[in-house]
């Protein structure tokens, strides 16, 4: 087989309300949107942008649930982080007042401005603090629906009926954090929450040394992209993916350790709260997807069995050989771009995982629990995930006792 040598890489407007009103929110969901998404998340798409504006907060309201009277300013918000835009309406009287959380109460006697302001800021650092977690902790499943999917739109409607067919099997739901990294985080949080054992592709004597053995096959690898950072040298590439490599090894096999549950689930909070360490194993986990990648595309050629969703990921106009499938999809992971729904089978795959998800949108068709693989072997772990449009992934967590037994 001969590999591809190389491939070009490829506002503000001020509304003025004297008497009581409801202002909406309207935030569209979509979180860590792919640049290229399989036919049938687009319909989903369609329909959240159909009902973005009957899903989100009603109003701004103070923490007694009446809307606040004040002159109102309409901001758009982009939140970088999470890909998202919503529209809020927010008093025109303080910069944090998305954030704060009143108090029906009349103006505080007791306190000079400068203390008050003081607390607003420290109320807002904490807000973006908790809003940067990783992974949220856990609420009631039923509860963030209800939060989540208000009104009477068919959409609506059917979310809430897919959330509480999950309600039989889980009771909370964990949110992840939107960026285009959600798939990777989501499938690897859960795998490290059950992990009691190093997987056997990681018990492998010369993994640490697959970057070198790969780097000294395919010259187009020296275009792989860290980190956002670009035009590194061979060497430099290959060791900094053997530290992610070597980092993903130890924790994996430190937490599988760990014989307490509720130890463990600890041990993977704390891990998922170190930013730096985090995005190194997703670095990992996406090597190790363009490794799997180049061992399929070289079976295929030479006549062995692939799974079916290989011939899909060649397929593709984009990535018909693994290096553009490095260079128009791997590359962008994390980036500008998250995982599409070929990428989800790759992901499994290259875990020996079997990756269950429920697919909301999908509720009441055959699609609704959806296994990837769709032929996974039987020995393999299997992990849980909840989608709502096959873009953004969250977590759903403490099995029913009843599904247990």
Known sequence: MTE???????????????????????CEKAVGVPSRELGSANAAADQKEQSASEVRRDSVYRSTG??????????????QDASRNCELYLPASSNFSA??????????????AEEIEREKILRYEKSISEYRLSIAPEMDIMEYCRKEWRGNTPVAKRMRKGYEAVAQKFASIRRVRGDNYCA??????????????????????????????????YDWIKQWQLKQKLGRKMGEISDEIKEYLMLLKKKWKNISEIKGAMEKQEACDKL?????????????????????????????????????????????????????LMHNHLNHIGHSGGLEQVEM??????????????????????????????????????????????????????????TML
């Open 66 to 79: 009446r809307p606040e009277k004040t002159d109102m300013i309409k901001l758009l918000v982009t939140d």
């Open 272 to 324: 998922f709260k170190n930013e730096e360490e985090e995005y190194s194993l997703y670095e990992a986990l996406k090597f190790l997807m363009l490794n799997t990648a180049i061992e399929l595309y070289n079976d295929d050629k030479n006549g062995r069995r692939v799974p079916v969703f290989s011939w899909l990921l060649f397929a593709r106009d984009t990535s018909s050989n693994p290096c553009q």
């Open 184 to 217: 990777l985080r989501a499938t690897l949080f859960q795998a490290l929450s059950q992990a009691t054992q190093l997987p056997s592709w990681l018990q492998s004597e010369d993994f640490t040394m697959l970057p070198a053995n790969l780097l000294s096959k």
């Open 99 to 112: 954030v704060e959380s009143y108090e029906d109460s009349e103006e505080d006697m007791y306190r000079d």
């Open 4 to 26: 591809p040598t190389s491939l070009p890489a490829g506002a503000d407007q001020t509304q003025k309300k004297e008497s009581l009103v409801v202002q909406p929110m309207k």
């Open 345 to 402: 089978f790759l992901l499994a795959y290259t875990l020996q995982y079997t990756i269950q998800v429920y697919r909301l949108y999908k509720y009441s068709t055959d699609e609704f629990i959806t296994l990837y693989p769709n032929d996974p072997e039987e020995d393999w772990p299997v992990v849980t995930l909840i989608t709502e449009d096959d873009r953004h992934y969250n977590i759903p967590v403490r099995m029913c006792q009843e």
